[in-house]
């Protein structure tokens, strides 16, 4: 416990507020994030989890506020922008080239992180370390097998493994997943922990779930998100017994 | 200086007559996200069947009547049979099938009627002038340009004070929505585009006895009315009214002051909307 | 998406085109020899149009603009630089037509879909009225003629003004160009215009620019249209404001159409049959151009995948494994 409080911030959220036109959706969320730490956003549906997470990977300008990565103001940068600083994310609904396979999906992203980006001469596959890189990955979430296979065409399950393989792509530093085991089964759901937990080793994880059991067993720390600002930042079992977030957050579950 | 007051009541009857065209444009835009390249089309096809109804009975208020009506169906019958049906493709399919539609046009209009140019004449009050505090200014503009602010009243009216305005309007905003509501939305989308077309239809009535009738006036008004689109913003009325005003009067007083520029001053202001608000005046912000 | 052959079956055709490229002038009339060169000017004009709209997903009616600045470009310095060659001629006229490729390419940034065509068509205006006002560089309404330079390589003295010669020299530059834009379609820059078309908003969390890749593609296809425009001005000695007229924008829309722009053969088939199909007509109607619309309206509603497109299913059910390719570019 002791190491992980000496740890340096890696990502800071400093009082962003976001409102579309007029309806006020954050209203001040502040946290941070220490290196390779576990982080889990929770909140009642509607908090505005998703829109801090297009927020801070720059879909969305806060109203106000900053974002600081690594000591720098991030806020308002374009998506491709920042998963050059190595902050990439995932999507709540799989939001991957459904008609390339699965091998190309995944190294779309990682010919990118090598600059090979609009080449007009070289080849996507020409550069070996892209193509090695690729299957790396691949076997990491593990799709190894289904390198051949349209995006398409593959499971529920393997669809959202593939989701987290493109994020990983990028090699980011920090990982954004939004909800990466919604719609899944109790035994998927295991066995995406597990894989989650073995992919973001050494990595920052950020990870907005509903799953109460996934974020228990996964995160170090909890942020709870409620009426569009953070009511508590804690350990697991902080949070677990904090009077606010029982009534806040678990009695509208029970409600 | 007394050319000031002619040429700016020149500039506000050729806006008037690029609302009436821009307006349909885009609110067929708004409501079904289809930008009609056979709009202009539709403004040549009124021109064309006015000059030849005004040949056989020589009254042009009958022409103002019934060339927008027979615009009415054409406008209709292209929703209905060509639109409708590369719906399910995209916008691309869509606009190709629009710009087949205004190439057909074209190419008939010149079949039909020859490619050269062909004068209207009207005869009557008025091909004469008025006198308007001293200046003498002819009476067929004056015309124009009050039938372009009726047509702007009665569409207002409807659109803002009566049920099927109010399902159009609400359409434009969001048509998913209006469609649970229980009204036949594809109805409404052939009724909004043959509108469109009668609208352009009557500007092309018009236009034609003061503009030349001949088949490249559907290209060259075409363009002017998506500059206007693009600089009120897409789908916006109001932008559309504005913009308007604005090329209207930049043609005037461009070619009074810069007659050598006066082409150029329009697509400058075009690119000067692009680059300050890429979705126009009016538009909304993606 | 994009149908994509096999190397071997692409080389495969490439060769073949090439050897009916080289022996067809031999037997036939000069006449004939002048059409085929039109031929391979239009089926550039047209691959670099198809690789906006059927790659990109990017619709113009603007890229007449382009291949107007080319033709103008290459009589206007052709008329005032004494003793320049055809390929210095050449080379300046692709340069620019670059720059007018970025600078409407910068102002046509944010948007696609239906406002890129609108832009597209605008800018095409602007261009026209451009090449009809300024009389005193563009000839206005009558046009420029040249006196085309010929080509001296030292060992041997080309007559560009022979019709079967400007033809060998256009079916080498020409359609090595053709064959670099084939090649462009597997890089990393042709599958990236690909992604973006198919999922723009991944593309952009996985680090790509969306906005350059549009750019970088559209100064090409401008460049391109470019080096056919120049082509077009060199093969008849003349341009006039029809080059950059948008009825050339709109010639090159009905070529791509009809030969589909689901594949990179569509749109060369559709510049052959275009050219001939209106060779053929307009010797029996003036009223040809109302016939290509008619097809071309046929083609939208009934032919979707263009001729290419009939061909490849045509292909796939003699050979007795008809499957519908779900990766038809236009109905997603």
């Known amino acids: 416990m002791k190491a992980m409080q000496e740890r340096k911030d890696i990502l800071q959220v400093r009082d962003i507020h976001k409102d579309f036109s007029g309806l006020k959706v954050l209203t001040g969320v502040d946290f941070e994030v220490k290196e390779n730490e576990k982080h889990a956003i929770i909140g009642p549906n509607g908090a505005g989890k998703t829109t801090l997470f297009n927020i801070i990977s720059g879909k969305y300008k806060p109203s106000s506020g900053s974002i600081i990565f690594k000591g720098e103001d991030i806020s308002g940068r374009s998506p491709h922008a920042l998963t050059r600083m190595k902050i990439c994310r995932s999507f709540q609904m799989t939001n991957v080239f459904k008609e390339l396979n699965v091998f190309e999906n995944v190294r779309a992203g990682v010919r990118c992180d090598h600059g090979l980006r609009y080449n007009f001469l070289k080849r996507p596959g020409s550069i070996p370390e892209v193509n090695e890189k690729t299957e790396e990955i691949l076997a990491l979430v593990g799709l190894a097998d289904a390198g051949e296979t349209p995006a398409r065409e593959l499971s529920y399950g393997q669809q959202r493994a593939l989701e987290i393989a493109v994020t990983l792509s990028t090699e980011p530093e920090l990982i954004l997943l939004d909800e990466p085991t919604a719609g899944m089964t109790r035994e998927e759901t295991i066995e995406a922990i597990k894989m989650i937990d073995k992919v973001t080793a050494n990595r920052t994880l950020v990870i907005i779930e509903h799953d109460m059991d996934v974020v228990f067993s996964l995160a170090d720390t909890i942020s709870v998100l409620h009426n569009g600002s953070i009511l508590v930042s804690g350990r697991p079992e902080e949070i677990r017994e904090d009077q606010r977030v029982k009534d806040a957050y678990l009695g509208e579950e029970a409600g | 200086m007394s050319d000031i007051p002619v040429f700016f009541l020149h500039g506000l009857v050729y806006a008037g007559l690029l609302f009436l065209i821009s307006s349909g444009l885009t609110l067929v835009f708004g409501m079904m996200n289809v930008l009609n390249l056979a709009h202009a089309a539709f403004y040549m096809l009124g021109a064309y069947f006015s000059y030849s109804l005004l040949n056989a009975t020589g009254n042009f208020w009958l022409s103002l009547i019934v060339c927008p009506l027979l615009l009415f169906f054409i406008g209709a019958a292209v929703e209905r049979f060509l639109l409708r049906r590369v719906h399910v493709y995209g916008h691309v399919q869509e606009l190709l099938i629009t710009f087949g539609v205004a190439y057909i046009i074209t190419e008939s209009v010149k079949w039909i009627w020859g490619n050269y140019p062909l004068g209207v004449n009207l005869g009557g009050f008025l091909s004469g002038s008025v006198n308007l505090f001293g200046l003498f200014y002819p009476i067929y503009r004056l015309f124009m340009f009050f039938c372009a602010i009726l047509i702007s009243l009665i569409m207002a009216t409807v659109l803002y004070k009566t049920r099927i305005g109010i399902i159009v309007r609400a359409s434009v905003d969001d048509s998913e929505m209006v469609n649970t509501l229980g009204i036949n939305v594809p109805l409404v989308f052939t009724g909004v585009f043959g509108f469109g077309a009668a609208l352009s239809g009557f500007a092309g009535v018009i236009a034609g006895p003061l503009l030349t009738t001949y088949p490249g006036m559907a290209a060259e008004i075409l363009v002017d009315a998506f500059v206007v689109i693009v600089i009120g913003g897409m789908g916006s009325l109001v932008g559309a009214l504005v913009a308007s005003l604005m090329i209207g009067e930049l043609q005037s007083f461009g070619a009074l002051l810069f007659p050598k520029l006066s082409l150029a001053l329009m697509y400058m202001l075009m690119a000067a909307v692009l680059i300050i608000k890429p979705s126009g005046l009016f538009g909304e912000e993606q | ?332």
């Open chain 3, 1 to 332: 998406m994009i149908n994509q052959r096999s190397f071997a079956q692409f080389l495969g055709w490439g060769i073949f085109v090439l050897i009916v490229g080289v022996v067809l002038p031999l037997g036939v009339r000069q006449y004939q020899v002048a059409l085929l060169t039109e031929i391979i000017i239009f089926a550039l004009f047209a691959v670099s149009y198809n690789l906006l709209l059927g790659y990109a997903g990017l619709l113009s009616f603007g890229h007449a603009m382009f291949f107007g600045v080319g033709a103008y470009t290459v009589a206007i310095v052709l008329n005032h630089i004494s003793g320049l060659s055809f390929f210095g001629a050449v080379m300046i006229s692709v340069m620019v037509t670059t720059v007018a490729g970025f600078a409407v390419g910068s102002l046509l940034l944010r948007h696609k879909g239906v406002p890129f065509a609108l832009l597209t068509l605008a800018f095409n205006a602007l261009f026209y009225a451009i090449a009809t006002k300024w009389h005193s560089i563009t000839g206005g309404d009558d046009g420029l003629s040249i006196r085309l330079p010929d080509i001296n390589l030292g060992f041997a003295h080309l007559k560009t003004g022979d019709i079967t010669v400007f033809y060998y020299i256009t079916l080498l530059i020409i359609g090595s160009v053709i064959l670099f834009c084939w090649y462009f379609t597997r890089t990393a820059m042709g599958q990236t215009v690909l992604l973006v078309r198919e999922n723009e908003e991944r593309m952009k969390f996985v680090g790509y620019n969306t906005n350059v890749s549009r750019l970088i593609l559209f100064v090409f296809t401008g460049f391109l249209a470019g080096l056919a425009g120049s082509f077009y001005t060199l093969h008849y000695q003349f341009t006039s404001i029809s080059a950059i007229s948008i009825d050339m924008s709109t010639i090159v829309v009905l070529m791509v159409i009809i030969g589909g722009t689901g594949s990179f053969i569509g749109p060369i088939l559709g510049a052959c049959v275009y050219i001939y199909l209106q060779d053929f007509l307009s010797d029996i109607t003036d009223r040809w151009p109302f016939i290509m619309g008619l097809i071309f309206i046929f083609m939208i509603l009934y032919v979707p995948r263009g001729l290419s497109g009939l061909i490849d299913s045509f292909g796939e059910r003699l050979r007795g494994r008809w499957h519908l390719r779900s990766s038809v570019e236009m109905e997603e």
